[in-house]
């Protein structure tokens, strides 16, 4: 499932559209894998701040057993890496050392571990009659740099623990999936899952921790105004949802669960989806993000904002 898209912005600078455009196309690749799958969240552009670090994380995977990190680097020409994980990459006939995206990955995975930890009462229940906390500690960690698809790899010097590690973009599905070692998804997915001696995430909490990294998300799009403003296009009349069952627009309980963001009436009980079409534009391709008690529906084809309810 992909409760965070990937959301292209328009930039002059050809090194900034290059690494764009990469990042586009492992977007592509891991939506047509994993946008049907219930147990397996993919947040794009996740940027987070904790004990005064900053972080962004290109593509973040979330599923049973842990979390996977992955880096897009737009990479033309060839690229190795030495015995000491230096990173060269060729330019135009000559060579150039860059930064090794898997330590800048590490790094990443350090802040995000430690802020997960750090909030672990929020996110994750207790255990054992209510007594025992639930952490995040014996959980898979693992990191993946996607480079381009046209880049030459050369393997014969790279480490093995690097090597593993760096994949192309139309590989990064296999990489993945590998990675994760989940049964095949069908009927008895949930049922296989609890043959795995790994300790894992029940669907209750995946959700819970799919919320909380949705809500520490800095790079989430800015809350536009209910009032509408004729000078800003992306500013839109506070829609009313209401009840799909019985119409009620008042008794209504914001939730999340395995298809995102919804609504439970509390006349008749029935669910209804948060994810409207755009008023805007009559689009469905839309998304739902959630900022303190505000739920905001933005769409992706016009980039429109509308506030769908404020939690009671």
Not at 33 to 38: G, I, L, R, V
Not at 158 to 176: H, L, Q, W, Y
Not at 245 to 259: A, T
């Amino acid at each position: 499932m992909i409760i965070k898209e990937k959301i292209q912005i328009a930039a002059r600078d050809p090194r900034v559209r290059a690494g764009q455009k990469q990042e586009l196309d492992v977007a592509f690749y891991l939506r047509r894998a994993f946008k049907d799958h219930p147990l397996v969240f993919v947040l794009h552009d996740f940027k987070f701040s904790f004990n005064e670090e900053t972080a962004q994380i290109d593509h973040l995977i979330i599923y049973p057993f842990g979390f996977i990190l992955l880096e897009s680097k737009s990479i033309e020409g060839e690229v190795t890496v030495n015995a000491q994980g230096e990173w060269t990459r060729s330019v135009r006939n000559s060579w150039k050392g860059i930064p090794s995206p898997i330590k800048q990955l590490e790094l990443q995975e350090k802040l995000l571990r430690e802020m997960l930890n750090q909030n672990k009462h929020k996110i994750l229940p207790k255990f054992l009659f209510n007594l025992v906390q639930q952490s995040f500690g014996g959980r898979e960690w693992h990191q993946l740099c996607v480079v381009s698809s046209t880049a030459i790899i050369d393997r014969s010097n790279i480490p093995k623990n690097i090597s593993g590690r760096v994949v192309k973009s139309e590989f990064v599905v296999d990489a993945v999936t590998k990675t994760m070692n989940l049964p095949r998804f069908d009927s008895k997915v949930i049922q296989a899952l609890k043959i795995d001696t790994r300790p894992d995430f029940s669907e209750e909490d995946l959700n819970s921790i799919c919320s909380f990294l949705l809500e520490s998300d800095l790079a989430q799009l800015p809350i536009a105004s209910s009032q509408p403003n004729n000078n800003d296009q992306t500013a839109t009349e506070k829609p009313i949802i209401s009840c799909k069952q019985c119409g009620e627009d008042e008794l209504l309980v914001p939730n999340s669960g395995r298809y995102g963001y919804y609504v439970k009436c509390q006349k008749c009980g029935t669910n209804t989806s948060m994810k409207l079409s755009c008023s805007t534009c009559n689009s469905q391709n839309t998304k739902v993000s959630k900022k303190a008690t505000q739920y905001t529906l933005v769409c992706l084809d016009c980039s429109s904002q509308q506030i769908v309810m404020e939690a009671r």
